[in-house]
């Protein structure tokens, strides 16, 4: 069972309200989904994910296709079960991860050979390799596998690079088989070039999936670069289908993207953060290595009303990660995560009640950007 | 307020069962007392203590005042507040840590030079400087400042070793200010002397402190030397007041102290062993990162139901050993705990129903001791 329902557009600009269901659970939209790379949200326990109102969260095929391996999570049940985590999954293909390996990997029409980053061992990722791969995990969402092309890219490049994600799109459908439970989302390229991305919406949209995502955003390129793509993008989805941002997860990005008419972004970005010390607040980013804060007996972010906030002074966190104290990385964790995850909430309401882009200004005044 | 009262002596052997009054809650004895070192009990949140039932913990003098500082601590209100535990706090006196740093350490009658393990700094622990320091993190117990006798050690060494330790402990009572609200306990010291462990015993209970501990036990002597010692030890001390074996937390020994009249124990052995994967379980240590836990989807222990056995597998389990992830440390971390937490309150039940010698032939044969 998947369905995507569009509960509103907003007056202001292309934001919109809806809500996904899934076999496990629904999930509203605009959402931003944390990313447990291989198998766990980095430092949390699916309890604490709920008690931030996580609503769904991603899990990453190449890492855990090497380890512990897809074979081993299916007889565990499932990644669900294997983790301990009965809300919505979505699992992203593995492209992303295979291309980012550079001269370890050799890419052919028939998929991608690689070296693994962590033993050097041989392997083959193809779209019915990756199907297969999600079908085991069994995530609630897939995505097809695709080309992430990084930036810049020639124009030549692009052209040949996105008839080919096409055709492997085309093959991640005919190979997925439990499409009762598990949708797949297929993935608009295109590079940094208008007519490029309109040829490959057409194709993609054309091949007909229950979402779509554009890919090969935030890949380096400027803000404004990614917004200029985004807003003809966006166009050429079809309205009823949930759009998917790839790896974005900074207050600033969501906030373009939302603004865009994107429901679903990703990022791991919160919880990596998080492990260095660094915090979101709505005053903007805080170091929290930083000697000013050795006798600063007051919260995080005085406006924040998460566990961490609530509890513990900047003085302790400090203390903390300089002990190299793994607490220290908890509660930065659920400090950053709540914060995105309450950021969309607010975005969500400020939809509702059309006032999104009032929101928006007063979070960019007080963030600083 | 600090008091002790003692509930039942076994009819099998020395075990008693008693409880503890501190401003901060009751302690019931026996009882197993984990370690928070550095102002944090290592992956452990306050709440989850609580919910293992943790009644009281330990601070390290030693580790705070080097970092973050005790006048930093005094100034956050004291430890309890710098580290959101309301629960008794027991802080030791630095000796141990300090006479452990080898030839970075001089030993005079004043006190102990002695450089930092962190930056090599210039430092001067002395009874009172440990009294200060405790009084400013404002501990439930506080410990003597004495001198923990390695093993093995020449009778000469340990005769002059005691009669310093009783002068220190001497002028700990005299400077120790806030008797109101902290109560300091005497260390009883002699390494495996007989006699010299009843000199030193006769002296420091003619001190009369509110509580005793056994030190320079588990050094690295035999089990059979440390029972031996406590055999006698044990009787030299007033039976109204509290005992305490410093540094002890393997399940054996704990039931070794306990059938000899121990009313408390600590150990950071349960979160070390967890960090590198090693559990307790009825029968036996488990490590994690053998093979032939790879495809194993039971718990780590079947008769265990701490928060790690209800809900995950031992595959999951080694898959976070295998990739350094911060909830294996955690989950490790709280089935440990639990473990040794849940081990005494069985045997305070079994003193109560004096079964202890039973329940105790029972575990060890299920342990494999």
Known sequence: MFSFELIKESKECKARLGKIHTNHGDIETPIFM????KATV?????????????????????????????????????LHKFMNWDRPILTDSGGFQVFSLGNLRKIKEEGVEFRSHVDGSKHFLSPEKSMEIQNYLGSDIMMAFDECIPYPASREYVE??????????????????????QALFGIVQGGMYEDLRRESAKQITDIDFPG????????????????????????LLPKDKPRYLMGVGSPDYLFEAVERGIDMADCVLPTRMARHGAFFTSRGQLTIKNAKYKRDFGPIDENCNCYTCRNYSRAYIRHLFNENEILGARLASIHNLFFLINLMKSIRISIKEDNFMNFKKEFYDNYGY
Not at 34 to 37: A, D, H, L, S, Y
Not at 59 to 78: C, D, F, M, S, V
Not at 162 to 179: D, G, S, V
């Open 34 to 37: 944390p990313v447990g790379t």
């Open 160 to 181: 040949q690079s996105i008839k080919r994600t096409t055709r492997w799109a085309k093959r991640c459908k005919e190979f997925h088989e439990n499409t009762e439970n």
């Open 212 to 235: 779509y995502a554009i890919g090969g955003l935030s890949v380096g390129e400027p803000r404004e670069l990614m917004c200029e793509v985004m807003d003809y993008t966006v166009d």
């Open 42 to 78: 980095k430092a949390m326990t699916p309890e604490e994910m709920k008690e931030l109102e996580a609503q769904i969260i991603l899990g990453n095929t190449y890492h855990l296709y090497l380890r512990p391996g897809h074979e081993l999570i299916k007889e565990a049940g499932g």
